[in-house]
């Protein structure tokens, strides 16, 4: 179907995901890989864009009825929205909680 080429690795266990990603990562790195230097700065959207993005698409798919009102009130489409590695918790989500995912797995 042309969507794997050859070289391509395809890992089924997923406990072997891991470790086949880290070796992976120091092949590239014994080959000498570097990430491209970038000579322009990339910027990112803002709350502008992202009010229109608001008003056009997601109203739109609720008014068309291919989303529900939950799906746009989920913290990725709420006005309460915080970028990551900010410490803003997103709407409707508890305390206790927003702090362990936060902190992450123990």
């Known amino acids: 179907m042309g ?5 391509d690795r395809v890992v ?18 014994a080959d000498g890989y570097a990430p491209p230097i970038h000579d322009k700065p990339i910027y990112a959207p803002g ?20 989303a529900t009102e939950y799906d746009a009130s989920s913290p990725a489409t ?3 929205y915080s970028p990551a590695g900010t410490s803003r918790r997103p709407n ?8 362990s995912l936060r902190r992450g797995p123990s």
């Open 78 to 80: 709420s006005s309460g």
């Open 47 to 66: 709350k502008v864009v992202r009010a229109a993005i608001e008003a056009s698409v997601i109203k739109t798919l609720l008014w068309d009825r291919y």
């Open 92 to 99: 409707g989500c508890p305390r206790n909680i927003y702090s």
């Open 3 to 7: 969507f794997l080429d050859e070289d």
């Open 12 to 29: 089924m266990n997923l406990d072997h995901l891991t470790s086949a990603a880290k070796r992976e990562v120091l092949d590239l790195l």
